[in-house]
């Protein structure tokens, strides 16, 4: 029994002839589904929430004086221990982890509800008018006349995380900068909540060190009073000078933890939707989808129809 086929049964190559002619024999609902796309994504384009953007590079400032002999203490007494280790520890130390860890507390987004507008702006604000420059608000959920919620103020735990999904904190490693960015459909609630954070971290750090040296002078002047020792009364007067110094320059400088390189500013041009290209992309995606619907439907068939007639042979 001679079992062979012809060689073009086996034959697995796609013929590019036949592909194109696939293609073209499907070009109205190629045509079709690619207009659906476009449709589609020109409507969410104008149906998604316009967002704005407010920037602000920063620098850390190590606050001079403060816990100076503990600083150099641990510098000499780690600084083998690490290098033996092979570990790099200064993305790890300084002033900007601990300000950004501060900035993405809870603690001090309890305080920053202490402003009013705050939890408003970023709970219940859905767009803004620019023709008239005015935040709308959810009418639902808060009266805007009346400064109200209607139900209810939203949970600080809901309120928390609109916070994280609006304000962003970035510690870039190249350089040592910090950027902190609002992303909100108010142009004016992003600069001024930015502005506020800024103002507000600044203070309670200040205050936070003043605090902190007015009692170390405190207790070191009480300690200076009962010692006899000259060493010690000199290393005591050394502290005393650095905890003073700590509160000199908490008075004089206002960006205390945190001085702007680019200050906030108001976004004039939204983020997104970028429309254009949300357009582009969803045709794209479109026409990808109808051509391999198109391929896959067309040669479905055909082995079909190959296979169906190998039973009836």
């Given at each position: ?299 479905g068939t055909k082995y079909k129809f190959i296979n169906s007639s190998?039973?009836?042979?």
């Amino acid at each position: 029994m001679n079992n062979s086929m012809p060689p073009g049964e086996y034959q697995n190559e796609i013929d590019i002839r036949e592909l194109f002619s696939a293609i073209w024999n499907s070009k109205k609902f190629i045509f079709g589904l690619v207009f659906l796309f476009s449709i589609g994504s020109i409507i969410t384009a104008y149906v998604l929430p316009k967002e704005w953007v407010s920037t602000s590079l920063l620098t850390a400032i190590e606050p001079s004086g403060k816990s100076a002999q503990g600083s150099s203490s641990q510098a000499s007494g780690l600084g083998g221990i690490v290098a033996m280790a092979g570990l790099n520890l200064s993305e790890q130390t300084g002033q900007a982890p601990l300000t950004i860890a501060t900035i993405n507390s809870r603690d001090f987004f309890n305080h920053l509800l202490t402003f009013d507008g705050v939890l408003s702006g970023l709970m219940a604000v859905k767009g803004y008018d620019e023709a008239n420059q005015k935040d709308i608000f959810k009418e639902g959920i808060f009266d805007s006349v009346k400064n109200t919620w209607i139900y209810g103020p939203p949970s600080s735990w809901d309120a928390y995380k609109a916070y994280r999904g609006t304000l962003f904190a970035e510690l870039q490693p190249k350089t040592g900068f910090v950027k902190l960015s609002v992303r909100h459909r108010s142009p004016k609630f992003a600069k001024s909540f930015l502005d506020l954070v800024l103002r507000e971290i600044n203070s309670l750090s200040r205050t936070k060190d003043q605090k902190e040296a007015s009692a170390a002078i405190d207790y070191l002047n009480t300690l200076l009073v009962d010692t006899l020792d000259k060493d010690m009364r000199n290393m005591l007067t050394g502290m005393i000078q650095s905890q003073v110094k700590t509160q000199m320059l908490s008075e004089i400088k206002d960006n205390y933890v945190l001085e702007p390189i680019d200050t906030p500013y108001l976004p004039l041009e939204r983020t997104s939707p970028q429309r254009t290209r949300l357009v582009i992309l969803g045709t794209l995606l479109g026409f990808i989808i109808a051509l391999l619907i198109s391929i896959f439907r067309y040669y479905g068939t055909k082995y079909k129809f190959i296979n169906s007639s190998k039973e009836f042979s």
